[in-house]
């Protein structure tokens, strides 16, 4: 059973352009979570998604950041205009429906680094 | 709102030392509370868990139990190994508002040889 996936694992983007940021759950995983982790941070919470809905977004900033997760297909961070600040670690989460422990299970990351 | 407070690093340890590592949380209701790693690079691993209280979760002789008098979950490991040389996050899941995560702020383990 694959792990959370995400890609790339490294992106580049000079300021001004979009960065779309992928992440497959797990197989049989509805609940998809994006975190941020800024240099020598901890994680902050962003966004909960379960399959087409937006369950919670009050972690995400209210201009230039899109998070989706369609009913086929991966879920997509999206950050449009990106600025040096947006350069940070982006960690992406999921769970099964109804996990009693609420254990969520974390991809690897994209490094997005804004030049 | 919820909240985990972890002790500042750098913690830098000789081989075969006992580790501590301090963590309180604040939350409602009866959240779920995890230790997580970060090596150098890489994504967090889930090194243990407890989901109520007096819980003890243990891995890879790591140990941390659940005091909710307390609303503590203090990391240990009675011999550590150059290899536990990472960063560590303390974290809560609650079981009300959406079952986002809370982290620390991490602290960074260093074992020298």
């Known amino acids: 059973n694959a792990g959370v996936m995400q890609n790339p694992r490294h992106l580049v983007r000079r300021r001004g352009q979009e960065a779309r940021l992928r992440c497959s759950p797990m197989k049989g995983h509805s609940h998809v979570y994006w975190y941020r982790q800024l240099p020598e941070e901890g994680l902050k919470f962003m966004v909960y998604?379960?399959?087409?809905?937006?369950?919670?977004e009050s972690g995400m900033p209210k201009e230039r950041f899109s998070a989706e997760f369609p009913k086929e297909g991966p879920s997509i961070l999206r950050i449009q205009q990106v600025v040096r600040g947006d350069s940070a670690a982006y960690f992406c989460a999921s769970s099964p429906p109804g996990a009693g422990d609420n254990e969520q299970f974390f991809g690897p990351g994209t490094r997005l680094t804004v030049l | 709102g919820n909240s985990v407070t972890q002790m500042e690093g750098p913690v830098t340890l000789s081989e075969e030392a006992f580790l501590t590592i301090n963590c309180t949380y604040t939350?409602?209701?009866?959240?779920?509370l995890f230790w997580y790693v970060q090596y150098p690079g890489e994504g967090l691993q889930l090194l243990l868990k407890?989901?109520?209280?007096?819980d003890k979760g243990s891995n890879k002789g790591f140990e941390a139990t659940y005091r909710k008098e307390t609303t503590s979950f203090h990391l240990e490991k009675g011999s550590v190994q150059v290899s536990d040389s990472a960063v560590y996050f303390c974290a809560l899941t609650g079981n009300t508002g959406g079952f986002k995560t809370i982290f620390g702020a991490g602290t960074r383990l260093f074992v020298k040889a």
């Open positions: 939350a409602t209701g009866y959240p779920s």
């Open positions: 407890a989901t109520k209280a007096d």
């Open positions: 998604l379960q399959k087409e809905n937006i369950i919670d």
